[in-house]
Nanobody
Framework: VQLQASGGGLVQAGGSLRLSCAASGGALRGYSMGWFRQAPGKEREFVVG???????MTADSVKDRFTISRDTSINTVYLQMNSLKPEDTAVYYC???????????????????WGQGTLVTVSS
């Protein structure tokens, strides 16, 4: 499975962005999906993840602001980001894995497939 993340850009604080993660070489149906982010000089951190068919885990820092969804008909996963803050600035990565237990959704090493990342910059 190859993943291609897109949709990043520059947005003002309080604004919204929707990131996309398009998969090729395999269907996302049945895969667990995750979004992670990495700010300059910081470790990669978990944002939100979802197991097939639908249980979701969300980091406290983005709860009630970020939502993950998937459209299996076009093999794409989305990250809807609302009420963006300057501290959300980071490179965002999507990841996929065929089998993850719920408690491991937030662990980067649980995922085998990664997209290349898309930069989100939130200005104050």
């Amino acid at each position: 499975v190859q993943l291609q993340a897109s949709g990043g850009g520059l947005v003002q604080a309080g604004g919204s962005l929707r990131l996309s993660c398009a998969a090729s070489g395999g269907a996302l149906r049945g895969y667990s999906m995750g979004w992670f982010r990495q700010a300059p000089g910081k470790e990669r951190e978990f944002v939100v993840g979802t197991r097939w068919p639908g249980s979701t885990m969300t980091a406290d820092s983005v709860k009630d602001r970020f939502t993950i969804s998937r459209d299996t008909s076009i093999n794409t996963v989305y990250l809807q980001m609302n009420s963006l803050k300057p501290e959300d600035t980071a490179v965002y990565y999507c990841a996929a894995e065929s089998r993850i237990i719920y408690s491991q959704l937030a662990v980067p090493s649980s995922y085998h497939y990664w997209g290349q990342g898309t930069l989100v910059t939130v200005s104050s």
